[in-house]
């Protein structure tokens, strides 16, 4: 009898503990949910605030006077008229121990009749001469490569630090400018659709697929403003962002929530285990899209700088790539 009065009371003590434990991790949990929100809502209003300020208005102007003939280059390829005058552009552009400031890399497959073209944009610091421990991307890049199935295309989005150094009238070089490295992303993804210069050898391209991460995200999204002059025509083109990021500077860091309106399925891996910088559930899916939260598909809790790395994340994008869709 007395020893079942014990057991009952230690049933009850030992179920009462584990109610305040599930309580305060839910606390806790809320509290880091209300955080992350507020801390997005400021981000939001200082985004606002820095863009319409007076100071931001003089100092893109400024940067935009000293960033002119760097910026008119991007925008007419040099002023190439010729396919031999695109072919020197894109060389000039094209990333090698003697150009680091070249913002791409590019692969030919096999001569195919179904020619599939990868495009994988990086994200903001990276570029193509980095480690590919310090770039799930170039990872990506670097196993399709091996693979030699399809055409590919890796590309840098340029530098906030760069692009900041040169606002501010740090640094002269406006190379790295994201308006200038956005030209040059356009005019590269349209030479190779349109097989111009360095990519007159390559075959017609039949479907596109689009990798993408943080800043690279907000590019793949920016890049519906002009997709269908960049295309030229109806080709079927999917995309897959990994914790997309709105493109420049002045975005703050903010997350992306919308899809790019030209991907005929999308996929976007997202996380929220830190509060500087995370991207964000798609708000607008379409039918065969998907939104993934890092910690449903990876143990580790992944923040920012490590998700475009987890092996979750790469054969995902791997299965993603080498799923046709058409079959």
């Known amino acids: 009898m007395f020893l079942d009065y014990c057991s009952s009371i230690y049933n009850n003590c030992y179920r009462g503990i584990q109610v305040l434990k599930q309580t305060a991790a ?8 209300l955080l992350c929100e507020s801390f997005n809502r400021v981000r939001k209003k200082l985004k606002h605030y820095i863009k319409d ?8 102007e400024y940067q935009n006077q000293r960033a002119h003939e760097t910026l008119a280059n991007a925008k007419n390829r040099n002023y190439a008229k010729t396919n031999t005058q695109i072919a020197q552009y894109h060389q000039s552009i094209k990333y090698s121990s003697d150009n680091k400031q070249g913002i791409f890399l590019e692969h030919q497959a096999p001569v195919a009749k179904d020619k599939k073209q990868i495009i994988l944009l990086m994200g903001n610091l990276q570029n193509p001469g980095m480690s590919e421990h310090e770039s799930g991307i170039l990872k990506i890049f670097n196993k399709l490569k091996k693979e030699n199935k399809h055409d590919l295309l890796l590309v840098r989005v340029g530098s906030a630090k760069e692009d900041l150094l040169h606002k501010l009238g740090f640094s002269d070089n406006a190379n790295l400018n994201t308006d200038v490295v956005y030209e040059h992303i356009s005019n590269l993804i349209e030479d190779r ?19 993408a991460y943080s800043w690279g995200g907000g590019v793949q999204k920016k890049l519906e403003e002009r997709w269908s002059k960049i295309v030229g025509r109806e080709i079927p083109t999917r995309t897959f962002g990994i914790d997309r990021i709105n493109y420049g500077c002045e975005s703050c860091g903010e997350e992306l929530c ?9 996929i976007e891996i997202y996380q929220n285990n830190e509060f500087l910088i995370n991207g964000e559930q798609n708000q607008d899916c379409k039918k065969h899209d998907q939104f993934i939260d890092i910690n449903t598909i990876q143990r580790q809790q992944a923040n920012h700088c490590e998700i475009d790395d987890c092996q979750s994340v790469i054969e995902r994008a791997m299965n993603f790539i080498n799923c046709d869709p058409r079959n």
Do not use: H, M, W
């Open 26 to 33: 839910d606390f806790c949990e809320n509290s880091a949910d």
């Open 258 to 266: 919308f899809r790019p309106n030209y991907s005929k399925e999308d």
């Open 193 to 211: 659709i349109k097989q111009r210069g360095a990519f007159s050898s390559y075959d017609a391209v039949t479907q596109i697929d689009s990798i």
């Open 53 to 60: 300020s007076s100071l931001n208005i003089s100092l893109e």
